[in-house]
Structures are given as structure tokens and as C-alpha cells.
């Protein structure tokens, strides 16, 4: 069965930093583009960033966290992460992971329940 | 960025009733456009893509429909497990971006 399992959320002062990670199973991680999206408390779903399936296909972000937040990947290991820097008190939310369909990687397919980043001093 | 519509931001029906969420998109997006079902608590789920092609495991009693500008997400005879809330987005470009979500509750 296919999974995804993000971890290491947590709680955060501004300005501070947190890896999350995305471990994936039942299916060949390193076919798929992957994204994160998350959600705010009380609001709803914001696509974060995307990672091709090849480096060389490059990687997207949304304008809100551009230059503050990296995704990249592991394909040994099956997992994705999303290191997020310099963060304020508007990137509290819970953060999913998503994997794209074939093809057409902003459509997903399946997603992982979400770990939550609170960012509070 | 593409900015994505939904109507009604909010629902009240009852089990069995028909139901359509409408969706705009700000530019033309062919049918780059899909519908997620999100339960407080739980993973999104994916119910149509490509404007009309239902999800395998997804129930028949869903459907979607429109190209361009304008789709809609129908629920033929609403099940008590529908109750949720339900989002377009455009696959068309990055920035993707959702629409505000329809709150969908029991009448």
C-alpha cells in the first residue's frame, strides 16, 4: 500500500528553522515529482513547493516562502524533505507531503496526514 | 498566479440531496483543474482530475465537469461519509493554487 509519513514538525520561535521529512513507501519515490502544501489553522490548502523527478528538471516554490524554504529528495532513502529558514508566525500550519501522478506532477495523488509547525515565541 | 473561485464557501444539505460546487479560474486553464476531498484530521484525498476523470476507488455518485474558465464538482445522492470539505485546483502552471475550499454540512 502506498504511504506517505511526514515528521518533524514542532514548534519554532521567528525566526528560527525545522527539516521536515516525508518517508514514502509502496511505490518508486525516485519516478514521481513531489510537492509540499500546507495549511494554516482556520484556512485553506497552499501549494509550498515542488521538486521534479531529476534535479536537472529543477524545483518550484511559492512566492510566500521563496528564498526562505528547500525542497530536495533522497531517492535512496525514499523521502522528501523541506528545510524551512526564517520563519514567522503566518507559516504556522500543517505541512503535507504529496506525490504527483504520471506525468502531470501538479495533480497529487496521494498524500501523508501532515505534521504541524507552530511558530510562536 | 492563477486565482481559483470556489462556490459556495459554504453548504448545508441532507443525505440524498444533489449537490454542485462551482469553480473559476482567472485565466484559461484548459482542464488542468482537480477536486480533493479534505476531512478535519485526515490526509487530502484526490476525487477527479483532468476536470472529469474520476479517481480510481472513488465513488460513481461524483463527478466533475467544464473546460477553460468554469468546472464543476457534483455529488449525485450525498452519503453521510461526504460530509467534508472540498477544493478545486489548477495543475496547469506553479505557482498551483486551490481554491478557498466549500464547507460542505449536514442540513
Known amino acids: 500500500e502506498v504511504h506517505l509519513v511526514e515528521s518533524g514538525g514542532g514548534l519554532v520561535q521567528p525566526g528560527g528553522s525545522l527539516r521536515l521529512s516525508c518517508a514514502a513507501s509502496?511505490?518508486?519515490?525516485?519516478?514521481?515529482?513531489m510537492s509540499w502544501v500546507r495549511q494554516a489553522p482556520g484556512k485553506g490548502l497552499e501549494w509550498v513547493a515542488l521538486?521534479?523527478?531529476?534535479?536537472?528538471?529543477?524545483?518550484y516554490y511559492a512566492d510566500s516562502v521563496k528564498g526562505r524554504f528547500t525542497i530536495s529528495r533522497d531517492n535512496s532513502r525514499n523521502t522528501l524533505y523541506l528545510q524551512v529558514n526564517s520563519l514567522r508566525a503566518e507559516d504556522t500550519a500543517i505541512y503535507y507531503c504529496?506525490?504527483?501522478?504520471?506525468?502531470?506532477?501538479?495533480?497529487?495523488?496521494?498524500w501523508g496526514r501532515g505534521t504541524m509547525v507552530t511558530v510562536s515565541s | 498566479d492563477i486565482q481559483m473561485t470556489q462556490s459556495p464557501s459554504s453548504l448545508s444539505a441532507s443525505v440524498g440531496d444533489r449537490v454542485t460546487i462551482t469553480c473559476r479560474a482567472s485565466?484559461?486553464?484548459?482542464?488542468?483543474l482537480d477536486w480533493y476531498q479534505h476531512k478535519p484530521g485526515k490526509a487530502p484525498k484526490l476525487l477527479i482530475y483532468?476536470?472529469?476523470t474520476l479517481q480510481s476507488g472513488v465513488p460513481s455518485r461524483f463527478s466533475g465537469s467544464g473546460s477553460a474558465t468554469d468546472f464543476t464538482l457534483t455529488i449525485s445522492s450525498l452519503q453521510p461519509e461526504d460530509f467534508a470539505t472540498y477544493y478545486c485546483?489548477?495543475?496547469?502552471?506553479?505557482?498551483?493554487?486551490f481554491g478557498q475550499g466549500t464547507k460542505l454540512e449536514i442540513k
Open positions: 504529496a506525490k504527483a501522478t504520471v506525468g502531470v506532477p501538479g495533480t497529487f495523488d496521494i
Open positions: 521538486i521534479s523527478v531529476s534535479d536537472a528538471a529543477g524545483s
Open positions: 485546483q489548477q495543475s496547469y502552471n506553479t505557482p498551483y493554487t
Open positions: 509502496g511505490f518508486t519515490f525516485s519516478n514521481y515529482a
Open positions: 485565466q484559461s486553464i484548459s482542464r488542468n
Open positions: 483532468a476536470a472529469s
